[in-house]
């Protein structure tokens, strides 16, 4: 595939990133604003239970692109979504042994930034699929 295009498809993977990091900081905040700074912390952990292993399997679906790549680019896929549930599990695990947290508030966290996959190509997206700007 061309530079320019795959480029494109990184730069636009980028954005779902970020989309998905300032969902979590402003879920955070609100925790924080409705509730106590335990809870604004936990909902903020569980956020970023979700976003570190997401930002990896990007990274690691994204490390090739077009036709040419295409068994490449499925391989990709799956060691991504590998290390996503991988990492997932070891976040969880290490978070409720370690971390002095409030349980609920930290599945809530995780579970609501998961829907920023869904939401993130709403707001992202203009009426042909494609991010505005790219």
Not at 35 to 47: K, N, W, Y
């Amino acid at each position: 595939m061309s530079g320019s295009l795959s480029t494109g498809i990184r730069k636009k993977a980028l954005y779902f990133v970020a989309f998905q990091t300032c969902f979590v900081g402003l879920l955070s905040l609100k925790s924080g604003f409705f509730f106590d700074q335990e809870v604004a912390r936990s909902v903020l952990i569980g956020g970023v239970v979700y976003l570190i292993p997401s930002a990896v399997f990007t990274a690691m679906a994204f490390l090739f692109v077009g036709a040419r790549a295409r068994r490449l680019v499925v391989v990709s896929f799956f060691v991504g979504e590998f290390f996503k549930m991988f990492l997932t599990a070891l976040l969880f695990t290490l978070v409720f042994v370690y971390l002095d947290i409030v349980a609920p508030a930290v599945l809530i966290g995780y579970v609501l930034s998961t829907f920023t996959q869904w939401t993130a190509s709403i707001f992202l997206s203009n009426k042909n699929g494609m991010i505005n700007g790219c």
